[in-house]
């Protein structure tokens, strides 16, 4: 007999789901866990936090586990001010015109592009 996982929607309640259902997927930088489903009933994604003694019990079921790292450009410095909406105001203006490549190759306010010849 297969195994069934009763899992729970915010917006349906209990649902019960197949293994092949559910995927386990756990943080190797911080061990965090979580599984995710898509609802049968409003088929709509749902992803839980789960403990470890959670991801133990969905793996020994036959739940699929998944290990996944944080994106390295998390911990990049990052310097300078934050983008801002003004900011992305002034790029879409820039956009909009004509020059905008040389713009971005000389980045110097009030400068313009050196032209080779
Ligand atoms: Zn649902």
Do not use: N
């Not at 911080?30 to 995710?36: C, F, L, P, T």
């Not at 998944?66 to 790029?91: K, M, N, Q, R, Y």
């Amino acid at each position: 007999m297969a195994t069934r996982i009763r899992a729970s929607c915010e917006e349906c309640g209990d649902v019960e789901l197949h293994v092949d259902d559910v995927r386990v997927r756990v943080c190797i930088d911080d061990d965090a866990g979580s599984y995710v489903f898509r609802c049968p009933s409003c088929t709509m994604s749902v992803v839980k936090d789960a403990e470890p003694r959670v991801v133990e019990l969905l793996v020994a079921s036959g739940v699929e586990l998944t290990a996944w790292s944080i994106p390295s450009e998390l911990f990049e410095p990052h310097g300078g001010p934050a983008f801002t909406h003004d900011d992305l105001l002034d790029f879409h203006e820039l956009l909009e015109g004509d020059d905008w490549q040389a713009a971005l190759l000389d980045p110097a306010p009030g400068g313009s592009a050196t032209e080779a010849g």
